[in-house]
């Protein structure tokens, strides 16, 4: 996994494309995590490439499914919530448009209210 990291684009391709070979051969129970440590390893390594291009170049097309984008979109929404707010939208509303628990969108103010002020607590 190394090599891939540090080989030319070309290299890494052809490296990644076996490497995801290998890794759809393993048992079902580790698959998924090892097809998730391949895939993070490929978006940090062709950055300069969309979702759509990584999907043509290597097969991929249950980024979705995996827990690295799933992080990336709840912390998407997470960091929406300031904008929303301004534009006067309840918390509730807020919760609502962006399909999370109400609670959710109170814990992120909270935690955006003392990162705003530099509190540590």
Same mark, same amino acid.
């Given at each position: 996994?190394?090599?891939?990291?540090?080989?030319?684009?070309?290299?890494?391709?052809?490296?990644?494309?076996?490497? %995801?070979?290998?890794?759809?051969?393993?048992?079902?129970?580790?698959?998924?995590?090892?097809?998730?440590?391949?895939?993070?390893?490929?978006?940090?390594?062709?950055?300069?490439?969309?979702?759509?291009?990584?999907?043509?170049?290597?097969?991929?097309?249950?980024?979705?499914?995996?827990k690295?984008?799933?992080?990336?979109?709840?912390?998407?929404?997470?960091?929406? %919530?300031?904008?929303?707010?301004?534009?006067?939208?309840?918390?509730?509303? %807020?919760?609502?448009?962006?399909?999370?628990d109400?609670?959710?969108?109170?814990?992120?103010?909270?935690?955006?209210?003392?990162?705003?002020?530099?509190?540590?607590?």
């Open positions: 996994m190394i090599k891939l990291v540090v080989a030319t684009e070309d290299k890494a391709v052809q490296q990644a494309k076996n490497l %995801i070979n290998q890794v759809q051969q393993t048992d079902e129970a580790n698959r998924s995590n090892l097809l998730e440590l391949v895939e993070r390893m490929l978006i940090y390594k062709f950055v300069n490439k969309t979702q759509q291009e990584l999907e043509a170049m290597f097969g991929l097309t249950d980024w979705r499914q995996t690295f984008y799933q992080e990336v979109k709840e912390e998407t929404k997470l960091e929406t %919530i300031p904008r929303l707010l301004k534009f006067g939208l309840s918390i509730e509303q %807020i919760a609502q448009a962006l399909e999370l109400v609670e959710q969108v109170r814990q992120a103010i909270d935690k955006q209210g003392k990162e705003g002020t530099g509190s540590n607590s």
